[in-house]
T-cell receptor
């Protein structure tokens, strides 16, 4: 089993709609979690950290469910510019970040 | 966020030659740097972790004699791909983490093509 798993998608989303997807992790001792965004042929960029209580940043909402060992990302009012691959990242200890393979989101006009 | 500069962004080299990729933290001290490679439509694969002043820790299956990592200062780490082969062609990305930090900041990436 992979340490961090994501649905690769693509999630095809009409502009203005809401999309949500999850990421599961296997290491129950993981302490910190992040969502990164990666555009084609670019480096990943931090989108948001994921806090235990859940957190929101504009149109983006992240949730953490430790009992079921997953995190989620929800994007409201999708924009064309939201089209990207979203990487789930788990800090597996000693600062070693473990990446999911990414979920591709395609926002269509 | 903090700035990490990776250079070069693109390099083409001949088989058998060596290529050096630099990763610099510009506005913070990077106590730990990570090197990843990414194949098309695949996840980033951690190659090695380096802490300033000590030897890098390589992930299983990564040849340390082929991928030489040096982290001589708190702002610079280098990855040297020795005796490059076409199968080494990939996208290499570094990331850096400061003291006590939990998130990592990424360089722009280097697209290596070995011909």
């Amino acid at each position: 089993r992979k340490e961090v798993e994501q649905d690769p998608g693509p999630f095809n989303v009409p502009e203005g709609a809401t999309v949500a997807f999850n990421c599961t992790y296997s290491n129950s001792a993981s302490q910190s979690f992040f969502w990164y965004r990666q555009d084609c042929r670019k480096e990943p960029k931090l989108l948001m950290s994921v806090y235990s209580s859940g957190n929101e940043d504009g149109r983006f909402t992240a949730q953490l469910n430790r009992a079921s060992q997953y995190i989620s990302l929800l994007i409201r009012d999708s924009k064309l510019s939201d089209s990207a691959t979203y990487l789930c990242v788990v800090n597996g200890g000693w600062g070693k970040l473990q990446f999911g393979a990414g979920t591709q989101v395609v926002v269509t006009p | 966020g903090a700035v990490v500069s990776q250079h070069p962004s693109r390099v083409i080299c001949k088989s058998g030659t060596s290529v050096k990729i630099e990763c610099r933290s510009l506005d913070f001290q990077a106590t730990t740097m990570f090197w990843y490679r990414q194949f098309p439509k695949k996840s980033l694969m951690l190659m090695a972790t380096s802490n300033e002043g000590s030897k890098a820790t390589y992930e299983q299956g990564v040849e340390k004699d082929k991928f030489l990592i040096n982290h001589a200062s708190l702002t610079l780490s280098t990855l040297t791909v020795t005796s490059a082969h076409p199968e080494d062609s990939s996208f290499y990305i570094c990331s850096a983490r400061g003291t006590g930090g939990t998130e990592a900041f990424f360089g722009q990436g280097t697209r290596l093509t070995v011909v």
